[in-house]
Structures are given as structure tokens and as C-alpha cells.
Nanobody
Framework: QVLFVESGGGLVQPGDSLKLSCTST????????MGWYRQTPGNLHELVAS???????NYVDSVKGRFTISRDNARNSVYLEMNNLKSDDTATYYC??????????WGQGTQVIVSS
């Protein structure tokens, strides 16, 4: 069963913006803290932003002030608005619960490439 479907990635230039979307079929979505993770080849998934069930948010230092996570429980969806993108943001982005639901729960992700 596919639990998370991500979309919205693309090829952009430094300084551009993107908004990622994720829809979940997880039955307890509204009760689950959610996160956006990113992965580059050879590395583990890195949690970059998270949002609690009531909306409290946290960010890794490298994206603070540039990324905004939000959720819409009525749509079982979580979003990541990314501004002032940098080349270091290049990665495949995934949503998942926080902590993640397990090794087999990762979706296809959505690729973000920041390049001039």
C-alpha cells in the first residue's frame, strides 16, 4: 500500500521557489506528526521540517527562514514551501510521519534540482 505520494519538484535556478505537496492514505494522519525529509545519493533520509498535529513546526538550521511546512488534515496533506532555493537543497524530497513509519513506507519522492 502506498502511504505517501509526493509531487511538486522540478528543476529551478538558485533563488527560485517551489511548493511540494504530499497526500497520505495513512488512516491516522490527523493524529500523526509529519515531516519532510530529503535524501541525496549515498545518504540517509534527512529530516528538514516537521509539523505536529496541532501545527507546531520545527526546521533544520539550513532551511530556517526559507522553508515553511504546513498541513491540511481535511485533505490528509502536508506541504513544503521552499523559497530562496540553493544548490545544497538539491535532493529527492519525501514526506513521512515523524518518526518515519518504517523502511518500507517511503514513497517515490519528488526530485528537486537547483542549478544555474
Amino acid at each position: 500500500q502506498v502511504l505517501f505520494v509526493e509531487s511538486g519538484g522540478g528543476l529551478v535556478q538558485p533563488g527560485d521557489s517551489l511548493k511540494l505537496s504530499c497526500t497520505s492514505t495513512l488512516g491516522i494522519f490527523t493524529e500523526s506528526p509529519m515531516g519532510w525529509y530529503r535524501q541525496t545519493p549515498g545518504n540517509l533520509h534527512e529530516l528538514v521540517a516537521s509539523i505536529a498535529t496541532r501545527g507546531a513546526t520545527n526546521y533544520v538550521d539550513s532551511v530556517k527562514g526559507r522553508f515553511t511546512i504546513s498541513r491540511d488534515n481535511a485533505r490528509n496533506s502536508v506541504y513544503l514551501e521552499m523559497n530562496n532555493l540553493k544548490s545544497d537543497d538539491t535532493a529527492t524530497y519525501y514526506c513521512n510521519t515523524k518518526p518515519n513509519w518504517g523502511d518500507s513506507s517511503w514513497g517515490q519522492g519528488t526530485q528537486v534540482i537547483v542549478s544555474s
